[in-house]
């Protein structure tokens, strides 16, 4: 079955400055792939998500790639602000519509 | 977004009773919908995945004679924890899919077995 790695596992930046997290996924057959932002005690929210079929996509100062061939995809926030802060899911996605999740990874931003 | 709505949003019982959880599309039909688990500091755990109409399919090491599942319409699942001990207590979160691979959440439930 699909196995999903997230890396790293905290990530502590300065404000304004930029964060990346990455994820690997092992089923090829995979067309998903969702980023979740939760904040303590809360559900998942979605931030911004990919589909196979698109290698990079943008929202303000949130951006994911894709790298299929790889079987990697990555998160990119830029200009990180203090609410930033929060624990970031990566998840992936097929046929049977299931969400396999990344570990998580916990963002801080320091002022 | 589509809204998924989750009652109780916690809930403490004594050890031995058994919970019902309700999961709720208010503006989108799901057809299926997802429960999942997440403990402290830990990824959310896929129970099991329910169709509506039909038995839910439960994930590898989830009793579902413990866990039971209903999916009796197209805006409401039910979760049942039986028989509830201290180690069941977690967050439950269930999700409605939409139209594609977008899964919507609901807000969850502490369940905290004493």
């Known amino acids: 079955g699909e196995n999903v790695e997230q890396h790293p596992s905290t990530l502590s930046v300065q404000e304004g400055d930029s964060a990346v997290i990455k994820c690997t996924y092992s089923?090829?057959?995979?067309?998903?792939f969702p980023w979740y932002k939760q904040e303590l005690g809360k559900r998942p929210q979605l931030i911004i998500d990919?589909?196979?079929n698109v290698g990079e996509k943008k929202d303000q100062r949130i951006a994911v790639t894709l790298n299929k061939t790889a079987k990697h995809f990555s998160l990119h926030i830029t200009e990180t602000q203090p609410e930033d802060s929060a624990v970031y899911f990566c998840a992936a996605s097929g046929g049977n519509y299931q969400l396999i999740w990344g570990a998580g990874t916990k963002l801080i931003i320091k002022p | 977004g589509a809204v998924v709505s989750q009652h109780p949003s916690w809930v403490i019982c004594k050890s031995g009773t058994s919970v019902k959880i309700e999961c709720r599309s208010l503006?989108?039909?799901?057809?299926?919908m997802f429960w999942y688990r997440q403990f402290p500091k830990q990824s959310l755990m896929l129970m099991a995945t329910?169709?509506?109409?039909?038995?839910?399919?439960?994930e590898q090491g989830v009793e579902k004679d413990k866990f039971l599942i209903n999916h009796a319409s197209l805006t409401l699942s039910t979760l049942t924890v039986t028989s509830a001990h201290p180690e069941d207590s977690s967050f439950y979160i269930c999700s409605g899919r939409g139209g594609r691979n977008e899964q919507f959440f609901g807000p969850g439930t502490r369940l905290t077995v004493l």
């Open positions: 503006d989108f039909q799901a057809t299926t």
């Open positions: 089923d090829s057959a995979s067309n998903y």
């Open positions: 990919i589909r196979s």
């Open positions: 329910s169709n509506e109409g039909s038995k839910a399919t439960y």
